[in-house]
């Protein structure tokens, strides 16, 4: 998310450098505000026009598409404004009025799948999305809850979700969140996040949703999901080597 007006453009460039050398396609995302939280007292944003201000100044700097959730019709048209890509939280992907807001800023929507939902039930969605007249969205897969503090992927939904004859993204950093914790803060698996993103490729998935930050220990928001950053690099070295591997077969 956007913390201060530093770290943001850290992570950009970072990653621009290394998905450049490696010739994958990048989308930079970060949220202008973080509406859902666990405690009170978590922080939410440095404010919605001073974030979405930092994103738009990113994505014409670095010349790179920019994605930034929304939780309300009324902010749909606001990061319509700033973003190219509005991006519809779990949480929220059932809220038709928010689906149909989205839709019509003409904006590239990026659904992700509830983690109440079934791979299936994500037909609704996109024949919702298709309903408003936007062709141009994607489904992302962030894990289903199991029990109460514990989220799992099943990998056929790639699959199951791309009939919908749409692009389906894994999210390989949320996917491993230990959610409802005691103490108010969502916990996570990060020592998980390279097993999760070798088999979301091996799987055929149409690209990888991450978080990363430079120390996640300092994160405001999921660092206990996190990547840390210097260790993009590595892992999307080999997440790319998985890929050719897969295409040559």
Known sequence: MIEDHENPFQVCERLLAITSRLQIPFAFKASYRK???????????????????????????YNVPVVTDIHSEAEAAMAAE????????????????????????????NVKKGQFLSPEAMKQVSDKMRAFGCENFMLTERGTTFGYQDL?????????MQQNRVPVVVDITHSLQQPNQS???????PDMIETMGRAAIAVGADGIFMETHPDPSRAKSDGANMLRLDLAEPLLEHLVAIRKTIMNL
């Open 183 to 189: 103490a108010g803060v969502t916990g996570g698996r």
């Open 35 to 61: 509406a859902n939280r666990s405690s009170v007292s978590s922080f939410t944003g440095i404010g919605d026009r001073e974030g979405l201000e930092i994103l738009r100044t990113i994505r014409e700097r």
């Open 82 to 109: 700033y973003v190219d890509v509005l991006q519809i939280p779990a949480f929220l992907c059932r809220q038709t009025d928010l689906l149909h807001a989205a839709a019509r800023t003409g904006r590239c929507v």
């Open 152 to 160: 799992v992927v099943d990998f056929r939904g790639v699959p199951t």
